[in-house]
């Protein structure tokens, strides 16, 4: 191959001496991180320890593996969840979760810089969006999840947490503009709504994500939440569809044997997909 | 456990909270730099950098656990950067009709004052000619030539194949050179 002449090459060694950024940059970049991630830590434990959630979703897989590896996705997801809340949600709506209050509000002061990533929802640019949220979030779910109950029973110190938290608040300063805090933010709301076993309800919720960030950074994410939700609900065509779409959209994609595990249990007898969707949970 | 991790040893499962967070602030020094410029060269506005940098670790934390070991972590960490680019792009393009001038950030932290004005000089032009490639080449561009990454590893970061690497490499060596001598070209004319 024709390599670059010796101008080109001498250009670019000179422009890689000087291509860095000022220290400043990184030392301040870096307390904003551990802010943002020290809120993360918190809002996980919040949510409560992964591994009891997961063992009770464990227990339960015997009569739903299809929700078993849901609340397994969970994991991957868990923390997008916490950023969410730590980055924008806070701020959003002050009377936040009843057991963490001190905590998170040091975490919102001490996260100042997370005002520039998130939503900002002035009153009237809200579109109907939030009331909507807040009805959908305090209502009764419109269709339980064959297993949600046995779900929720078992984890019920960490769903506890997430029903009693306020709805969550989605809103984009601009139409067009996403950060990554409205999405996670958006994601929450469909996690819980996963993790509590209202699969109807994580659904309206990715409806919103995707309408809202329709070339969100985290798409990935909610394809796989979607599949699953829909395999939850037994719709197994819908399901298989949107694995196939997500399998041509994000062919290298680490969270493809998920996918496919999930779309195989919802083809064939559910239990007989269990072992499959178990083995991701032991090594938890 | 996860603080005392090598570059590819990073566990596939680790458990949140703070190791993970120790973890990621640790990626975050070996890899600011290397993200703070491979952001800027895939052009985000300079008035941005520090938002998307933080932007790219945020999702570095959320998505470690799935971080595989099939490339490198920086290459891993710059298939992020690319998609935190995109979007910044997106917002920067909208926004620059309102910014008349952005001021540069770049610095240099080698040589003298003299030195340094030409390798700052030298990184505004490269960053003018690489706003030509098309956004495949300008990754594959980025990573071959400035961050002198081989082409298989490219081809594992991009998840394309190595030969696209090659013939994207190609055309965006051609595309750069076309750049760089309409520059010259332009200078012979201003100084005539």
New interface residues.
């Given amino acids: ?5 010796s ?2 090459r001498e ?2 060694n ?9 220290d400043a ?2 030392g ?3 307390n ?3 802010a ?3 809120a ?2 918190v809002t ?2 919040a949510l409560g320890a ?1 591994g009891a959630l997961l063992g009770a979703s464990g227990a339960a897989t015997t009569t739903s593996p299809v929700v078993g590896t849901a609340t397994s996705l969970m ?6 969840v916490t ?1 969410g809340l730590s ?1 924008g949600l806070i701020a959003v709506s002050p009377a936040t979760r009843s057991g963490e209050p001190s905590r998170l509000e040091g975490v919102t002061s001490a996260d100042d ?1 997370s005002a ?2 998130a939503p900002r929802s002035p009153a009237g640019t809200n579109q109907g969006r939030a009331p909507t949220a807040a009805t959908q979030a305090t209502s009764p779910p419109p269709v339980a999840a064959p297993t949600g109950t046995t779900l929720t029973t078992a984890a019920s110190p960490v769903v506890m947490t997430s029903t009693t938290a306020p709805p969550v608040v989605s809103a984009t300063d601009t139409p ?5 805090a409205v999405e ?1 933010a958006l994601l929450a709301d469909v996690q819980r709504a996963l993790k509590s076993g209202r699969v109807a309800m994580a659904l309206d919720a990715l409806d919103r994500y995707t309408e809202q960030c329709p ?1 969100g ?1 985290l798409l990935e994410e909610a394809t796989v939440s979607r599949v699953l939700a829909l395999c939850a609900l037994e719709r197994a065509q819908d399901a298989r569809r949107w694995a196939d779409e997500f399998l041509r959209r994000y ?2 994609s ?2 493809l044997p998920r996918v496919q595990a999930a779309c195989s249990g919802a083809n064939q007898q559910p239990a007989e997909a269990a072992p499959a969707n178990n083995r991701g949970r032991d ?2 | 456990m996860a603080a005392h991790v090598g570059l590819m040893q990073l566990p596939r499962e680790p458990v949140l909270g703070e190791s993970v967070t120790e973890s990621v602030v640790e990626l975050y020094e070996r890899h600011f730099h290397f993200v703070w410029r491979s952001l800027r060269r895939l052009g985000v506005a300079p008035t941005d950098l520090d938002d998307a940098v933080q932007d790219v670790f945020v999702v570095v934390h959320r998505r470690l656990e799935t971080f595989e070991g099939r490339s490198t972590i920086k290459g891993w960490i710059f298939g992020i950067a690319i998609r935190i680019a995109k979007t910044y792009r997106r917002r920067g393009a909208r926004r620059r009709l309102n910014i008349a001038q952005e001021d540069s950030v770049l610095v240099c932290t080698h040589g003298t004052p003299e030195e340094a004005r030409a390798y700052a000089q030298a990184a505004e032009q490269v960053q003018e000619l690489l706003e030509e490639l098309d956004d495949g080449q300008r990754a594959v561009f980025v990573l071959a030539e400035l961050e002198d990454m081989q082409a298989p590893e490219i081809a594992v970061v991009l998840g394309i194949p190595t030969n696209t690497v090659y013939s994207r490499l190609r055309l965006g060596r051609a595309a750069f050179e076309r750049g760089l001598r309409r520059l010259h070209a332009k200078d012979d004319w201003r100084y005539r």
């Fill in positions: 191959m024709k390599d670059l002449g101008n080109a250009l670019l000179n422009a890689k001496r000087a291509d860095s950024a000022p940059h990184l301040r970049g870096r904003r991180l551990m943002t991630l020290a993360g830590a996980t434990s992964k994991t991957t997801l868990v923390s997008a950023i980055a810089t520039n990533v067009t503009r996403t950060s990554i996670t070339r950074m062919p290298t680490p969270l090594d938890l």
